[in-house]
């Protein structure tokens, strides 16, 4: 079995549900996809706390409808890792109490409008750098999720870009408010991608897994690679003196991430940690009642065949 599992990997051919797979394969592959699924929904609260004091009547639509998308990428990826034997139950119990881990990017604050921008534009830039190469990830519904969960994403980045440009072509206080959203963000953009190669406990074995296709360090440098070019359309900078174009590697150059602080807020000190889990929590609390009513509804509409008969 192991032999043919190997095969598959080689040939390209991917691994479903009901095909044997190492149980180590099955273990990286619940905790990545479960990582990711609570990554989108912790993600719909910085941009959710702006929906309420979004500038016009069309920029609310358009946020409410990417915070929905967030919400949609998050089921897809629960159901997704439900077909790995573990129940989506167990896995949000997890991040409530703390257990598990989701993208250290959703614990910093959205202190202006302009920030909402930014995240389109990094956040879901860099989401998307690392997701195009998920679509061939090895696993079937993980790929297959990713597919659409990348258009989506698309959509997002563009939207950021777009009302960052347009606050770039505004008044000084509007410029100003684009340049420290911008500021801000750049660097745990950065830290989205993982620690460094060289101190990445899984990448080895998810790359021979083809879990990974690239690596943290190559899809960093990708990111970075298109953001310092994207930003001179804006007309604004990155906050990283050491930021420069180097003709023999073929890529920019770039300055030193703050690892202390990286490990810090993956390890739950950041910004806005507590927080968030709190918010969370209390969400979950709030919505029994919709989870019973849908028990409720589907137990009765189970049963109404029968009655039927
Ligand atoms: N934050 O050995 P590696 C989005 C952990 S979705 C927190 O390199 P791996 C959409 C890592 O889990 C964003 N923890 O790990 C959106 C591991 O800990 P463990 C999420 C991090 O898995 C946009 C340890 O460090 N995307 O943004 C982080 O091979 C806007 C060692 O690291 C995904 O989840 C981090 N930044 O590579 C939503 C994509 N980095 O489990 C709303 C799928 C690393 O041993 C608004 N995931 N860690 O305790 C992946 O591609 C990979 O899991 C990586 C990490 C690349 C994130």
């Known amino acids: 079995?192991?032999?043919?599992?190997?095969?598959?990997?080689?040939?390209?051919?991917?691994?479903e549900p009901r095909d044997w797979m190492p149980e180590a394969y099955r273990r990286t592959l619940v905790r990545q996809i479960s990582q990711h699924a609570h990554s989108e929904i912790v993600g719909m609260l910085p941009e959710g706390a702006w929906i309420t004091r979004a500038p016009t009547l069309k920029r609310k639509a358009i946020l409410l409808a990417k915070v929905q998308d967030e919400a949609g990428h998050g089921l897809y990826l629960y159901a997704a890792a439900e077909t790995l034997g573990v129940s989506r139950a167990t896995l949000v119990a997890d991040l409530l109490a703390g257990k598990a881990k989701y993208s250290s990017i959703f614990n910093y604050p959205t202190l202006s409008w302009a920030d909402i921008g930014a995240i389109g534009w990094l956040v879901d830039g860099a989401a998307i750098m690392n997701q195009v190469m998920l679509c061939r990830t090895s696993y079937g519904p993980y790929a297959r999720?990713?597919?659409?969960?990348?258009?989506?994403?698309?959509?997002?980045?563009?939207?950021?870009?777009?009302?960052?440009?347009?606050?770039?072509?505004g008044s000084a206080e509007?410029?100003?408010?684009?340049q420290d959203a911008i500021n801000r963000w750049w660097w745990p953009s950065l830290m989205m991608f993982g620690p460094r190669d060289s101190e990445s406990t899984h990448s080895d074995q998810s790359m021979k897994w083809k879990i990974k296709r690239m690596s943290n360090d190559e899809?960093?440098?990708?990111?970075?690679?298109?953001?310092?070019?994207?930003?001179?359309?804006l007309g604004m900078s990155l906050p990283d003196p050491d930021l420069?174009?180097?003709?023999?590697?073929?890529?920019?150059?770039?300055?030193?991430?703050?690892?202390?602080?990286?490990?810090?807020?993956?390890?739950?000190?950041?910004?806005?940690?507590?927080?968030?889990?709190?918010?969370?929590?209390?969400?979950?609390t709030e919505g029994a009642w919709v989870r019973e009513a849908a028990l409720a509804h589907a137990r009765k509409k189970a049963a109404r065949p029968a009655d039927a008969a």
């Open 145 to 169: 999720a990713m597919v659409r969960i990348c258009k989506e994403e698309s959509f997002h980045q563009r939207q950021g870009f777009e009302s960052l440009l347009v606050l770039s072509r």
């Open 219 to 233: 899809l960093r440098q990708r990111f970075v690679d298109m953001i310092a070019e994207q930003v001179k359309v």
């Open 174 to 178: 509007q410029r100003t408010m684009c």
């Open 244 to 284: 420069r174009w180097n003709e023999e590697r073929g890529h920019y150059d770039f300055g030193e991430i703050d690892w202390d602080e990286f490990w810090k807020v993956v390890k739950g000190d950041g910004p806005c940690n507590r927080e968030r889990l709190e918010t969370r929590r209390e969400a979950h």
């Open 1 to 15: 079995m192991e032999k043919q599992f190997e095969e598959k990997l080689e040939g390209e051919v991917r691994i």
